[in-house]
C-alpha cells in the first residue's frame, strides 16, 4: 500500500471510509446529469454543487473523495464546442474543487475541542472507455472488435496526465469492466511514470467475474505486477456480491482492497435510468460494512444510488462512533 493511503488507514482505525455516490447527490441536489458528460456536465454548469457534494461526504465521515472525473474527458468536451485547454482546465478543476473542499473541511475541523475526522484524501476519478461511451457498456465491459488496448491508453493518455499534475492524493480508475483495459491502464501508468498511487476498481454484475466475464484472478496477475497499483477492489456492483468478492481477492493479491459498491439497482444503459432490484439502503450498509472489513478490506464506501447517509452509516459501523452527532456536539460546545 502507498505511504500515504497506509497512514490513513492505520488513523482510521484498520479500515477507511470512501465516499458514496458522487453523481447521485449531485442529483439530489437539483444537477441535470442525463447528459452525454454525466455528472461531469455540472463542472461547466453548477461547480458549486460539486463541492457541495463533496463538503456533504466529508461531514458523513468520508476519508476519501472522488472528484467529478469520472466521465469527464477530453474528446467529450471536445464535442460540447470546448477547446483543448478548456477541457484540460475542467479536468483540473474537477480535482481543484475536491482539494479545496477537503481543505477547507479539515480547516473547520480543527477549531473544534476534539476533532473527530480524519485529514481525507483526494483521489481524481477516471472512468472507463465504456463510461465515455455512455452506451451502458461499463456494466458489459464489450467494446466491439476494433477496440484494442493501444486504442484505450491513447484515449486515458492525456487525461491521466492532466489529472495527475494537479495534485490529487491519488488517482482512482473506476467500473474498469474488463482485461484489455486493466492491462492498457497498468501500462500506461508505467509509460507515463505516474507518480500519484492508484487504484483500480474492476465492475462486476454476478460478483463471480468482472462485467465482460473475464476472472477477476486474470485481472489482478496483471495489477498485482504493477508498483504504481497501491489498491485494488470493485466498485459499482451489487452490494450481495462483495463479502465473496474480497474472499476471492485475498487469495488472489497481497494488495489493499477497496470495495465500493452501488445500492444493488441495475443501470439501463439504453433508457439511461436505474432499474429496481434488490435495494440496500443504510441499515444493510452497516451490518454489511463490518462483514466486509473483516473479510479484508481495507477501504469501503458506496457508488451510484447510495448518499451521505449511507456513508454516515458506514463510517459509524467502522470508527464505533456517530460522526455526525459528535460533529454536532462539538459545534454546540464551541
Ligand atoms: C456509472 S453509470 C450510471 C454512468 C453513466 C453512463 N456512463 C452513461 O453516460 O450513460
Ligand atoms: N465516482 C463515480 C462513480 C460512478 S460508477 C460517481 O460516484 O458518480
Ligand atoms: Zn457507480
Redesign the pocket.
Known amino acids: 500500500m502507498a505511504g500515504v493511503v497506509e497512514e490513513l488507514v492505520k488513523k482510521a482505525g484498520g479500515c477507511a471510509v470512501i465516499d458514496g455516490g458522487f453523481?447521485t447527490q449531485l442529483e439530489a441536489l437539483g444537477a441535470d446529469i442525463n447528459d452525454?458528460l454525466?455528472s461531469a456536465a455540472c463542472l461547466i454548469t453548477k461547480p458549486h454543487l460539486i463541492k457541495e457534494v463533496h463538503m456533504q461526504y466529508l461531514e458523513a465521515g468520508a476519508d476519501v473523495i472522488i472528484s467529478s472525473s469520472?466521465?469527464a474527458t477530453i474528446p467529450g468536451f471536445l464535442a460540447r464546442g470546448l477547446r483543448q485547454e478548456e477541457a484540460e482546465g475542467l479536468l483540473r478543476t474537477s480535482v481543484h474543487l475536491a482539494l479545496e473542499a477537503r481543505d477547507e473541511f479539515w480547516k473547520s475541523t480543527l477549531t473544534k475541542p476534539k476533532p473527530i475526522y480524519n485529514r481525507a484524501l483526494v483521489a481524481a476519478s477516471i472512468?472507463s472507455y465504456?463510461?465515455f461511451l455512455?452506451?451502458?457498456s461499463?456494466y458489459s465491459g464489450s467494446y466491439g472488435d476494433n477496440i484494442m488496448a493501444e486504442k484505450l491508453k491513447d484515449f486515458h493518455r492525456r487525461r491521466l496526465q492532466v489529472l495527475a499534475s494537479a495534485g490529487p492524493d491519488l488517482i482512482a480508475f473506476e467500473?474498469i469492466p474488463n482485461k484489455m483495459e486493466a492491462q492498457a491502464l497498468v501500462e500506461l501508468l508505467e509509460e507515463e511514470d505516474i507518480q500519484v498511487p492508484s487504484w483500480i476498481c474492476f465492475s462486476s454484475v454476478d460478483g463471480k467475474h468482472l462485467c465482460s466475464g473475464e476472472s477477476f484472478g486474470d485481472c489482478l496477475q496483471i495489477l498485482n505486477a504493477s508498483e504504481k497499483v497501491a489498491i485494488v477492489g470493485v466498485n459499482?456492483t451489487p452490494p450481495q456480491f462483495i463479502e465473496g468478492i474480497i474472499r476471492e481477492f485475498k487469495k488472489q493479491t497481497g494488495k489493499a482492497i477497496a470495495v465500493y459498491p452501488n445500492s444493488g439497482e441495475v443501470?439501463d444503459?439504453r433508457a439511461?435510468r436505474w432499474l429496481p432490484a434488490e435495494c440496500f439502503g443504510r441499515k444493510s450498509f452497516d451490518v454489511m460494512a463490518r462483514r466486509w472489513q473483516e473479510a479484508g478490506a481495507s477501504l469501503i464506501g458506496g457508488c451510484?444510488r447510495t448518499t451521505p447517509s449511507t456513508i454516515r452509516a458506514v463510517s459509524k459501523a467502522l470508527k464505533g462512533r456517530d460522526r455526525a452527532l459528535i460533529s454536532l456536539e462539538s459545534s454546540e460546545s464551541v
Open positions: 453523481a452525454s454525466w469520472y466521465q472512468g465504456g463510461a455512455a452506451d451502458g461499463e467500473a459499482c443501470w444503459g439511461k451510484c
